[in-house]
């Protein structure tokens, strides 16, 4: 059997392949021919074998029936064999495969050859891809190693000690010895794998961390050996660009970090050099530059006097203005850390970070994009939101949900005056509105129901847009429902804040028809659309084409579509004398506590702060006598009234098939209907979420007996609801102990002022006799606050043909349910 | 450091070395991805960019695409040193390398890596001790370990 090929030939040999398929025959020959070599157990030409399938390797061809011959190879006296053997190990092996385990023994006799190269090749192959098996078994072998006077082979050890700490976090204590003189070494490979592994060492353990600092000293030795490097002459071996052993000042600088991080006296001690190596390092190139960024990150993260801060924050806007936009991107990533805490230093940078903007680079803009939304505030919100606005405009469309959200929130919080607030959301609808998020547009609509002033103005110009372009989905959605709601103030001209436009009611129809047969139209926009035409029929005279065009979506495809159409067809037929109180204008909204920012009291840097305080709750005021209405009982003011949803039994009269009416607008669309108020957006989104409401799994919170009076027990059970940690879903549980059923039995409950409750149909009036089956209700509490949960109860019931009925009030709420 | 890639313009990849634990299927996975991403950058773009949630560094040199993923509490920029004594460390040893150097002796800038980085960190900060390491070693080559001579012949399976 001829010599098998060298690796060169072979290399050469696939080169001049032409096409996929041709490279793929040579290599399956080759392939071939490696196996049967393999096969015949050959040793001289092992280790060429391997090479060459290490190489198809890399090309992407498979090459597991080698692994076995690495460890043969591995297990060669031969260094050449060795060498590739290892590499072998390390690119075909991974710790997956129980082969692995075989090189252990293998890798252990290395660890302790004569020869320290190979030596080396097993602290490297452990170092790379030991498992944790592996690294369990020669632990002691390395740790013999950390404490060899041989630097060759003490870095080494130390590197491959931090793997062993990362695969068993439990060997961590028998390292430690060997890392008492670590430090003393004056080879620089020893000292930069030393800084390493005490690192590793003190991220792990807080234990460590302390242990380093108080006995050990470690931060005034480090701090010594850094001076070194800066003050000590030229020293060719390490030099790089003027800079003596850039890396080992670097990891130095992010030890420092940890031990300083919350400790005063370690950050006292580092003070000095910190501020050293910040005014010193040359910055004309990358090295210096990477030694004061890491300096900048650990300035910001101990505990640093301020002046040092200052100097930190400015390198770092020095950074902004450097020509290589690596620097800038490094600097603005960390602006964007220290903002919150630095904020006034920060602010000073505004004008080159909003440059910044501008930039070419796509991750430069997005840094740049995140840290002008932190800088805004109440004083530069003007000049800011010119920027911005122009940067929304011509970004990249990855971009434009991110900027809109965070334009909408920006002007939420600090706009000058309602007419820019609309101005500006306009201008972000015209022309970012197909990138506004979804969960934008009811956000934007309470907004302008809110600012009660600018009706006609935004309805107006939100118009004049929308005959422009009826593209953007968020955008036509917001315009629809505005004409909706104030059409009349369109058609009527009146606008106080421009010129009005002459607008006929045919015209505005004209508009919404054509929304709701565009093929532009989603079929969200289109509900938006007849029931903005809906609304019309009591704000303009045009009824009659109104129900024409509500009758003629009744047979839609849309199902969603068709019934709106089918049921405001039946609010004009046999609901009509309600429908002008239906589609009534909308109230002010109230936000929705869990929507918005409420809590936060960040200022961004304002003179005085803009905060929200906390409401304080008020006291639920204990009645001396009992009076039927519950809301009375605890002084009006201080309740929100419950709103129970459809009673057990439905009426088959008039009122109950409006409720349905009501039901069906409200629960089936995927979007809030206007004809509920909107005050209790968290309850009616839960229940459209497809998310299941509850908690599958028990989440601890202990039931209680909230009432057990007469034969009826009341227990609560507790959940907290997978949409939003604010709500927690009390389920009741009335249980009749007496032999008489309870008949008519209605759960009424009452809540402080903060809260908000929802009650939701009990599963039946009647509670059986004798603990037969409780009757359950599913109560929902919103809690944003996270005040301490108290509730009144009201049970009314008939037992045994007298009417009962009783108060009580339930204080014993277990923490978890409120917290 | 998690992994570093060296490829070429067209996508060809010269050397992968791994040190986190992955299947061949993944790694192969990360490499398409990720080579695909960095190919498609401009040149006037920063050399860092954000990859699931790992940092990328990158830099190109001549026809040679060198691309390290680092954890998010690594220095960007001293990565871009690593690089780039690496580079120098290839150079010393293979006198103005190319990439065809390491298309031909792929297993040597191997080698030449595995003195310089261990378990994804620097070992040695001197370039002089890097490549007289490796001299060293490459000297043994040519000798039976544990007694005998028996010359093999320097690189003798090429």
């Not at chain 1, 839609?556 to 159409?565: F, Y």
Request: charged content about 20%.
């Amino acid at each position: 059997m001829p010599a098998p090929i060298r690796l060169r030939e072979l290399i050469r040999t696939i080169r001049t392949a032409r096409t996929q398929a041709e490279e793929r025959e040579m290599i399956q020959k080759e392939s071939a021919a490696i196996r049967s070599s393999f096969r015949e157990e050959d040793n001289t030409y092992r280790c060429r074998n391997v090479a060459k399938l290490l190489y198809m390797h890399m090309l992407g061809y498979p090459a597991h029936f080698g692994q076995l011959e690495c460890l043969k190879l591995i297990a060669s006296q031969k260094f050449t064999d060795k060498r590739i053997g290892y590499l072998g190990a390390m690119l075909l092996l991974d710790e997956r495969q129980d082969v692995h385990l075989l090189m252990t023994n293998c890798i252990k006799n290395d660890l302790n050859h004569s020869t320290q190269y190979v030596q080396g090749l097993a602290l490297c192959t452990l170092g790379c891809m030991g498992s944790s098996e592996m690294c369990r078994d020669l632990a002691g072998e390395v740790e013999k190693l950390l404490k060899t006077s041989n630097s060759y082979l003490r870095k080494k050890a130390a590197l491959c000690a931090v793997h062993v700490i990362r695969k068993v976090p439990e060997l961590m204590e028998m390292f430690l010895p060997a890392t008492k003189n670590l430090l003393s070494e004056k080879n620089h490979g020893v000292l930069h794998t030393s800084v390493v592994l005490l690192t590793e060492m003190c991220e792990r353990s807080p234990d460590m961390l302390s242990h380093f600092r108080k006995n050990e000293k470690l931060v005034p030795q480090l701090v010594r050996i850094l001076k070194n490097l800066i003050m000590s002459g030229y020293s060719p071996e390490h030099d790089v660009s003027g800079i003596s052993d850039p890396f080992l000042q670097v990891r130095i600088l992010r030890l420092l970090r940890i031990l300083g991080k919350g400790d005063d006296d370690s950050s006292e001690a580092m003070n000095d050099i910190l501020a050293q190596v910040a005014t010193n390092t040359e910055t004309s190139k990358n090295v210096g530059n990477a030694i004061l960024y890491e300096t900048v990150l650990t300035i910001m993260d101990i505990k640093s006097e301020s002046g040092l801060r200052v100097l930190a924050i400015n390198i770092l806007g020095r950074f902004l203005l450097n020509n290589d936009k690596n620097i800038r991107y490094v600097a603005l990533t960390s602006l964007l850390k220290t903002v919150q805490t630095d904020h006034n230093a920060v602010q000073r940078h505004r004008s080159t970070i909003v440059d910044c903007l501008k930039d070419l680079d796509v991750s430069i803009k997005r840094r740049a994009m995140e840290l002008s939304f932190a800088l805004v505030n109440g004083n530069n919100i003007r000049g800011m939101m010119k920027e911005l606005l122009y940067f929304l405009d011509s970004c990249d469309p990855e971009f434009k949900a991110d900027c809109a959200s965070g334009i909408f929130l920006a002007a939420e919080k600090y706009a000058p005056s309602k007419r820019w607030h609309i101005d500006t959301i306009m201008r972000v609808l015209t022309t970012a509105g197909s990138y506004v998020r979804d969960d934008c547009v009811p956000n934007l609509i309470q907004l302008i129901t809110n600012s009660v002033e600018m009706h006609a103005y935004t309805v107006q110009r939100l118009y004049k847009a929308l005959l422009d372009d009826i593209s953007q989905q968020p955008f036509v959605q917001v315009s629809s429902w505005c004409i909706g709601e104030y059409g009349d103030l369109l058609v009527s001209g009146q606008c106080e804040e421009e010129d009005p436009i002459q607008v006929t009611e045919d015209e505005v129809l004209d508009v919404l028809e054509g929304l709701l047969a565009s093929n532009l139209s989603s079929p969200v926009t289109r509900g938006y659309a007849l029931t903005a035409v809906m609304k019309l029929s009591t704000r303009l005279s045009s009824v009659n084409r109104i129900k024409k065009v509500v009758s003629i979506y009744g047979s839609s495809i849309d199902v969603e579509l068709q019934q709106r159409a089918v049921e405001y067809n039946a609010l004009f037929k046999k609901y009509d004398h309600m429908r002008c109180a239906l589609l009534e204008r909308m109230p002010i909204m109230e936000k929705a506590a869990a929507n918005g920012p409420t809590e936060t009291v960040q200022t961004n840097g304002e003179a005085e702060p803009a905060g929200l305080e906390p409401k304080h709750p008020p006291t639920i005021i204990q009645p001396a006598n009992q009076a039927n209405d519950l809301l009375d009982l605890l002084g009006g003011n201080d309740v929100v009234p419950v709103i129970s949803t459809a009673p057990a039994m439905k009426p088959a009269s008039a009122g109950g098939e409006l409720l349905d009416l009501l039901g069906g607008l409200s629960l089936s669309a995927p979007t809030p209907a206007p004809p509920i108020p909107m005050s209790q957006p968290p309850f009616l989104l839960d229940g459209l979420s497809s998310q299941p409401l509850f908690n599958d799994i028990a989440t601890g919170i202990p039931p209680m007996t909230a009432y057990n009076k007469n034969g009826l027990k009341i227990d609560f059970t507790f959940e907290r609801s997978n949409t939003n940690p604010n709500i927690a879903i009390i389920t009741i549980h009335a249980a009749n102990s007496t032999e008489a059923e309870m008949t008519n039995f209605v759960f009424q409950a009452a809540v402080p002022k903060t809260f908000q409750l929802q009650l939701l149909s009990p599963s039946s009036s009647i509670i059986p006799a004798l603990n037969q089956g409780p009757v359950t209700q599913v109560i929902k509490v919103l809690n944003p606050q996270k005040q301490q949960l108290r509730m009144r109860i009201k049970l009314t019931y008939n037992h045994k043909g007298s009417p009962v009925q009783d108060l009580a009030e339930v204080n014993n709420f277990p923490p978890q349910s409120w917290q | 450091m998690q992994f570093m890639l060296l490829f070429s313009r067209q996508g060809k990849l010269r050397l992968q070395k791994w040190y986190v634990p992955l299947s061949d299927k993944e790694k192969k996975k990360i490499t398409r991805e990720l080579v695909q991403t960095v190919l498609a950058r401009k040149p006037k773009m920063c050399s860092f960019l954000e990859w699931r949630d790992l940092k990328i560094v990158y830099k190109r040199y001549a026809s040679l695409y060198f691309c390290c993923a680092i954890e998010d509490q690594d220095n960007e920029l001293i990565t871009l040193e690593i690089i780039h004594r690496y580079v120098e460390l290839l150079d010393k040893y293979f006198g103005s390398v190319c990439e065809l150097d390491i298309i031909f002796n792929f297993e040597k800038a191997y080698f030449i890596l595995d003195e310089f980085l261990l378990g994804g960190e620097a070992q040695e900060t001197s370039k002089k001790n890097v490549l007289k390491a490796i001299e060293q070693a490459d000297l043994l080559q040519e000798v039976r370990l544990g007694g005998g001579l028996f010359f093999l012949g320097f690189n003798s399976f090429h």
